[in-house]
């Protein structure tokens, strides 16, 4: 069984929808974020600038490391020993400087005749103590040149990751451009599913009237009552979508999910160049990420070098400072001062291997270096080629908004004559509420498209970004 529409409760069901809406907004006064509020709370507050700013951190550190293995290194040692081992106590005793003619055993020599007899005081001296307290110094001079390669290494590493921690702002303020775009384009869509209900509501009184004066059918009255309730379902639907998009650009801003929101201004972003080849020259020059990539690509390559440095001889020197006492005491001084040269002649092919593995990876880098090269290229052709054509759909979309609103006016007016049907109003409609929804479209394909040719040539940046507020 179909029940029948019921026009009264549905145009009261729409005028509840709009009070409602219209009472949230003067009950909860949303805070208002222009939008470089929203892009400094993003850069302040999103996660992901706190791991750039760690990756920066852990590339400066490996700069002090490497820095640090052409300093002396110091190290001060204590050891206690206790032992009664013939050598041992002898050892010690002469570190402490306190071995005795007795030490050697000479007590038990009586002349030639004992010259096979085993002393005792040698062989079986009991256990001794000694407290040694030793600092010793080990200066590098030479090394292959590992350090120098492990320097080169974490000086391009560190410009990697300054290039990529700009990389990621750029990115953050284009999502944040992104989001922002969509809370307008969505109270756009809002705006004309309101337009859509109010049209709506218009032709359910209109035919009611016209029904009563019998001029036309009931059933056109039911048609008319049809349209209202998906203009209705449709105005609920771009209401859930701006929420959602709100949504998108608090989580990016990392604020209360609850937290009122609305947006200032719309925001119009220039392009950074007229001319295409500009632009793309700008992308292979100017592009964060691909220059953080190009520095990776050069860390790779000190890499190998630094696998090479155990092919070369290496020279350190060494000086030692030592005390010996029986107590613990600093007793009996002494000194060493060495030289050490050391050459590997052969590891069976360890070092080659490692030589090979780090080619293998700086020709990785390098190829992925120029994949992202041809991958920012193509985003800038397409972006560039989108924007052309969306501009010019936009131009004709707002000519069709004009010519749909004039062909309703012309329809409606046909149809409170008697001449045109309810059919033939809900298609014009229909039209009319399309090349809106479509002129909404492509001032957002612009806005972005816009965009992404900023992000690819390095100048999404909002110290750079010349911007001007949008009338909606």
């Known amino acids: 069984m179909i029940m029948p529409f019921k026009p009264k409760k549905v145009v009261l069901s729409v005028s509840a929808i709009l009070a409602s809406t ?11 974020y222009s939008f470089g509020q929203c892009v400094d709370l993003t850069l302040t507050q999103n996660p992901e600038i706190g791991a750039s700013r760690y990756r920066l951190q852990q590339a400066e550190s490996a700069l002090k490391e490497s820095n640090a293995h052409r300093l002396p290194q110091v190290t001060l040692s204590a050891t206690a020993m206790n032992s009664d081992d013939a050598l041992s106590v002898f050892g010690m005793k002469l570190s402490q400087r ?23 005081d040698l062989n079986k001296p009991g256990s001794h103590t000694d407290f040694n307290t030793r600092l010793e110094v080990m200066i590098p001079v030479w090394n292959g040149g590992r350090v120098s390669s492990y320097q080169e290494q974490a000086k391009a590493m560190i410009q990697a990751a300054q290039h990529g921690d700009e990389a990621v702002k750029q990115m953050l303020t284009y999502n944040v451009y992104q989001a922002y775009e969509g809370v307008h384009t969505a109270k756009s869509f809002v705006q ?23 001029i036309v059918v009931k059933s056109e009255l039911l048609s008319a009552n049809v349209h209202l309730s998906q203009a209705m379902t449709a105005l609920e639907k771009a209401q ?9 650009l608090r989580m990016l801003m990392n604020i209360d999910d609850h937290s009122p ?18 632009l793309l020259d700008m992308a292979s020059n100017a592009n964060p990420q691909l220059e953080a990539s190009r520095q990776v690509v050069r860390s ?14 290496s020279f350190n020197i060494m000086a030692r400072g030592d005390t010996h006492d029986e ?6 001084q002494s000194y060493t001062v060495a030289g050490v040269v050391s050459w590997k002649l052969t590891d069976f092919g360890l070092t080659s291997s490692k030589i090979d593995q780090a080619n293998a990876i700086a020709n990785e880098k390098q190829a992925a270096l120029q994949s992202k090269e041809n991958q920012t290229k193509l985003m800038v052709l397409k972006a560039w080629r989108s924007l052309q054509v969306a501009e010019k759909q936009r131009d004709s979309n707002r000519l069709a908004v004009g010519q749909a609103e004039e062909a309703q006016r012309l329809i409606m007016k046909r149809y409170k004559n008697g001449v045109a049907t309810m059919t033939e109003v809900l298609a014009s409609q229909a039209q009319l509420d399309q090349s809106r929804a479509d002129l ?20 999404m940046d909002m110290h750079d970004l010349q911007t001007k507020n949008m009338v909606n």
Request: charged fraction near 20%; aromatic fraction near 6%; proline fraction near 3%.
């Open 327 to 332: 107590n613990l005491a600093f007793g009996a």
């Open 440 to 459: 909404v479209r492509s001032t957002f394909e612009i806005n972005i498209q816009k965009a992404q040719l900023r992000l690819a040539t390095g100048t």
């Open 192 to 214: 004309v599913a309101e337009q859509a209900v109010k049209a709506a509501q218009s032709y359910v009184e209109t035919t009611k009237n016209m029904v009563e004066q019998g």
């Open 261 to 278: 929101l609305t947006v200032g201004p719309r925001v119009d972003l220039t392009v950074p160049s007229k001319d295409l080849q500009k």
């Open 98 to 120: 306190q071995a005795t003619f007795r030490d050697f055993g000479l007590a038990d020599y009586t002349g030639a005749s004992a010259i096979d007899n085993q002393p005792n």
């Open 300 to 313: 790779s390559v000190a890499a190998i070098d630094a696998s090479k440095a155990d092919n070369y001889p």
């Open 22 to 32: 219209m009472l949230m907004s003067f009950s909860v006064q949303a805070q208002e």
């Open 240 to 248: 859930t979508q701006e929420q959602i998009a709100k949504d998108n």
